[in-house]
Each structure stands twice: as structure tokens, then as C-alpha cells.
């Protein structure tokens, strides 16, 4: 059989279609391959990155975090779980302005999961949701759930608190006690896991041992919750799934 001229060759990759010749293009794979990423994290598993220290030693500044976008699909958030969410209206405390070049970069990071957002959100641990009654604290400083103490063994620290010095009832209050609080219908209690250093929802209301939690306290809406926590997977010697 004499061998193939380039001629030949030619004209059979001529008469290939043309969106095959498209689709076998390097830019065109890596475009669809954006195109993917881009639409797990819009409906399915997208990335955030952990911006403080308020949920040490669970995760730590700089985690990169997989959020399961459709956890609360069919269900409730749950005391525990640890979630990220949309900063609230009333969590908002001068936040800077964003210049034209940082909101760009960010667009790619919201859309890629690479690099800066522009997306405004918070991590942290739900304690309780709609119709539980919460306060704190009983004489060993533990936070009570609808008047029994909770075991809270993910803590990284906690703000002092010494019965009989140092407590709820002491001539100087411990910055641990808030007022009772009920949760309404839709909201969510969340605070972080480093308590000590944590800006959260019960930060207002700290130091304050009578009244009705409800006037100071910052509640997350159901629908500021994006999704829950389920696996770290960058620093790559932290990857796994974060402690409950």
C-alpha cells in the first residue's frame, strides 16, 4: 500500500466537521472544563476559604473548605452543623468597598473557586434553631439548650468564667453569660468555635446576664444558610473532614 501524502491528509482533516475540529481544540476542552467547575459550584459543591480564627481549632484561617450546597435541600440545618452563610444585614460592620480590579478577581474566584470572592460570607457552628430556648450559664459556665447544659467538646477556647467570682451573678458579670434567647420560626443561633476570639451571634449580647436575649443577639435566616461543611482540602495536611 503506498504511504499516505500529506495531501491526503489534508483533505481528510478538511473534510472532518467542523465542531469536531472545535472540540478537539485545547482552548475549547479547557473552556469546557471551566464550564464544569463552574456549574458544580453554582448548584452542587463549591469552595470557600475560612477568613478568621473564630472556629479554631476545628478549621483555621486559610482552610479551604467543600460546602454541600443542597445539605439542607429536603432539611433542616441541625445543632452542630457547621455552616457557611451570606454576612446579614445586621452583621454588617463597615465593611470596605471593593475597587474595580479586586471585584474581578473575585468574580473569578465566586464562579471558579480560585483565588478571592466577592462573595461576603461567614463560617460557623449552628448551637440552635427555631423554637429552642438558649441562654448561658449554669454554675459550671456551661451554655444551656432549652434548660439542660450542653457538652461542647469542639471548643477551642472560651471567655472566663469562675462560679462564685466570676459568673452570672457576680458584682462584675462574666463576658460567657447572655440573656435567655428563643429562637423565631426561619432563623438559626450560630457562634464559633473559638468563642474567645469569635465576632458571632451572641457577641452583642455577652456580658449581659438579664433582659431578653432578642434585642441584642444576631440571628442567621434559613435562607442566608448556602450549605454545610463537609470536607477541608487544602492545607493538604489538614484534608479531611472537620471534627463535628
Known amino acids: 500500500m503506498p504511504p499516505r501524502t500529506d495531501d491526503s491528509q489534508s483533505g481528510e482533516r478538511a473534510g472532518r466537521p467542523r465542531w469536531r475540529r472545535i472540540a478537539r481544540h485545547p482552548l475549547a476542552n479547557l473552556a ?7 456549574l458544580v459550584q453554582g448548584l452542587f459543591v463549591k469552595v470557600y ?7 479554631e481549632q476545628t478549621l483555621m484561617p486559610g482552610d479551604r473548605l467543600l460546602v454541600n450546597r443542597l445539605a439542607y435541600a429536603g432539611a433542616a440545618p441541625a445543632a452542630g452543623d457547621i455552616v457557611v452563610f451570606e454576612r446579614p444585614d445586621q452583621w454588617r460592620e463597615n465593611r470596605p468597598e471593593r475597587g474595580a480590579l479586586r471585584t474581578i478577581v473575585g468574580w473569578f474566584g465566586d464562579i471558579f473557586g480560585f483565588g478571592p470572592s466577592n462573595s461576603d460570607a461567614l ?3 449552628v448551637i440552635a434553631g427555631p423554637g429552642q430556648t438558649i441562654s448561658c450559664c449554669d454554675a459550671s459556665g456551661r451554655l ?3 434548660g439542660e ?3 461542647e467538646p469542639y471548643l477551642g477556647s472560651d471567655l472566663p468564667f469562675e462560679s462564685g467570682t466570676l459568673d452570672c451573678e457576680s458584682a462584675t458579670v462574666s463576658l460567657r453569660c447572655f440573656p435567655s434567647l428563643t429562637i423565631p420560626e ?3 443561633l450560630v457562634l464559633g468555635d473559638n468563642r474567645a476570639r469569635s465576632s458571632d451571634g451572641i457577641s452583642p449580647c455577652r456580658g449581659v446576664a438579664v433582659g431578653d436575649g432578642s434585642e441584642c443577639a444576631r440571628l442567621v435566616p434559613r435562607e442566608d444558610i448556602i450549605g454545610a461543611v463537609f470536607f477541608i482540602v487544602l492545607p493538604v495536611d489538614r484534608w479531611g473532614a472537620p471534627r463535628p
Open 186 to 188: 426561619g432563623q438559626y
Open 149 to 151: 447544659p450542653s457538652e
Open 123 to 125: 463560617v460557623k457552628r
Open 49 to 55: 476559604q475560612v477568613p478568621s480564627e473564630s472556629m
Open 32 to 38: 469546557a472544563a471551566l464550564l464544569v467547575i463552574a
Open 144 to 146: 444551656l439548650k432549652d
